[in-house]
């Protein structure tokens, strides 16, 4: 079958660093997304990759090794905004997308 | 900036109801989505569809029907509102895959859908 992990919950604290990891399992692979969602928002999309190696956008970067089946988003210079969901999203083979439970971020002042 | 609108961001219906949802986008996308979100659930997709008068199933499409009259509009249907269906359902568009598989889904603010 097909699996996104994702950690349920993390915490950080304003100005931090946090890391949300994202390992997959899945029949193909077209690329991995990380979407963003505030409560009671719907999701707005933050990063693709499709290639190994690390894509900076501003305080939010994100990696992928497709060999370890693995990614990881990196949110710097955290502030209060940044809590909300964050959402990993493998495109198989077949170019549907396969969603994580998503990891929901608290941000502490 | 792509705008997907969904009909309603709050609906309270009875158990047995026949239930519509309307979403509507304004890039011209050939595909279109409907998810429901559940707590610990993530996103799961009930139906899709590449393009008009296509339709496909999901993961969970029992249940639901759609309609895709219309490139711009995809509505999804609840044939007999049952209490499991109280979620929240998401739509979203998307510029065709295949070539363009780093297009992202673009998604509509959701309809919180109670049915009692």
């Known amino acids: 079958g097909q699996n996104i992990d994702q950690p349920t919950e993390m915490t950080a604290t304003e100005g931090a660093i946090v890391q949300i990891n994202c390992t997959y399992q899945?029949?193909?692979?077209?690329?991995l997304f990380w979407y963003q969602q505030h409560a009671g928002e719907a999701p707005t999309f933050l990063s693709y990759?499709?290639l190994d190696g690390l894509e900076e956008k501003g305080r939010f970067s994100s990696f992928l090794s497709r060999s370890k089946g693995y990614s990881y988003l990196l949110l710097k210079e955290l502030q209060m905004k940044d809590s909300a969901s964050y959402l990993c999203?493998?495109?198989?083979?077949?170019?549907?997308?396969?969603w994580g439970a998503g990891t929901k971020l608290i941000i502490k002042p | 900036d792509v705008k997907v609108t969904q009909s309603s961001r709050y609906l309270v219906k009875r158990t047995g109801e026949k239930v519509f949802l309307e979403c509507v986008q304004d890039?011209?996308?050939?595909?279109m989505f409907w998810y429901r979100q559940d707590p610990g659930l993530g996103l799961r997709l009930i139906y899709f569809?590449?393009?008009?008068?296509?339709?496909e199933k999901g993961d969970i499409p029992e249940g639901y029907s759609v309609s895709r009259e219309k490139k711009e509009r995809f509505s999804l249907i609840l044939e007999s509102a049952s209490t499991n269906q109280t979620s929240m359902y998401l739509c979203?568009?998307?510029?065709?895959?295949?070539?363009?598989?780093?297009?992202?889904?673009?998604f509509g603010d959701g309809t919180r859908l109670s049915i009692l």
């Open positions: 890039m011209d996308h050939e595909n």
């Open positions: 999203a493998v495109l198989d083979s077949n170019y549907q997308l396969i």
């Open positions: 899945t029949s193909g692979f077209n690329g």
């Open positions: 979203a568009s998307r510029l065709q895959g295949g070539g363009h598989s780093n297009q992202p889904q673009h």
């Open positions: 569809s590449y393009d008009v008068k296509m339709k």
């Open positions: 990759n499709v």
